[in-house]
């Protein structure tokens, strides 16, 4: 079984301060990891996954992620945000392998971006 | 633009209607995903095929149902609508159906049960 557990339904922060968007996720096999963008009357778009290899992922629009076994976290980061940032961010899990492939979702962070 | 084909954008219909979503995937990708997302259940996985075959099922209703076409666009019918059936139905499409693939997403449709 999995799960994802986005902290914050809405995140505010002012252009050019730092985003910070919370996922923590629970799952029985070693997972793999995405954040994606859903812009105003758009679907979903990848912005960047970890599967193996280095912790820290770096991602499309300036953002990144690292993924801490430890903390069972993947919270996505960009040093400075745009305008054009403002989007609902999803956080989703998947199995790497003997369990379910087809990703749990989060409900979702709306990143609100004031000038 | 994903590559991937959503039909109609929105659909306004009655209570104990049916529908009939469309999706074409990417070209190339042979694996169709179909979500629904409410505000209050997030985004649901529904249900998967893979060339043809149903892969996957999730929270998907009895009244709903899908199937994937040799030309390998999708459609997923909605039957004997209710309220609660109101939501955005996402399709997805990837090239095979590993845990690596990556899925791209439709536009999606929405619709509006009244």
């Known amino acids: 079984a999995q799960s994802v557990t986005q902290l914050g339904s809405h995140v505010s922060v002012s252009e050019g301060a730092l985003v910070l968007l919370r996922c923590n996720y629970s799952?029985?096999?070693?997972?793999?990891l995405f954040w994606y963008v859903q812009y105003p009357n758009q679907g979903l778009q990848l912005l960047l996954k970890?599967?193996?290899?280095?912790?820290l992922v770096k991602g499309i629009n300036g953002f990144e992620a690292e993924f801490k076994k430890s903390e069972t976290s993947f919270h996505l980061t960009k040093p400075s945000a745009h305008m054009s940032d403002a989007a609902e961010y999803f956080c989703?899990?998947?199995?790497?392998?003997?369990?379910?492939?087809?990703?749990?979702f989060g409900r979702g962070t709306s990143l609100i971006v004031h000038p | 633009d994903s590559g991937v084909t959503q039909t109609p954008k929105h659909l306004i219909t009655a209570t104990g209607q049916r529908v009939t979503l469309r999706c074409s995937p990417r070209?190339?990708?042979?694996?169709v995903y179909w979500y629904q997302q409410s505000l209050d259940q997030g985004l649901q996985f529904l249900i998967q095929?893979?060339?043809?075959?149903?892969?996957a099922k999730g929270n998907i209703l009895e009244r709903f149902s899908a199937q994937q076409f040799p030309d390998l666009h999708s459609e997923l019918n909605l039957s004997s609508l209710e309220l609660g059936d109101s939501a955005l139905y996402f399709c997805?499409?990837?090239?095979?159906?590993?845990?690596?693939?990556?899925?791209?997403f439709g536009p999606g449709t929405r619709l509006t049960v009244l």
């Open positions: 070209s190339g990708d042979l694996s």
């Open positions: 095929y893979y060339n043809g075959e149903e892969r």
């Open positions: 970890y599967t193996t290899g280095a912790t």
């Open positions: 799952s029985s096999v070693p997972p793999y």
């Open positions: 997805a499409s990837s090239v095979q159906t590993g845990t690596s693939d990556e899925q791209f």
């Open positions: 989703a899990v998947r199995a790497a392998s003997g369990g379910s492939y087809i990703p749990t």
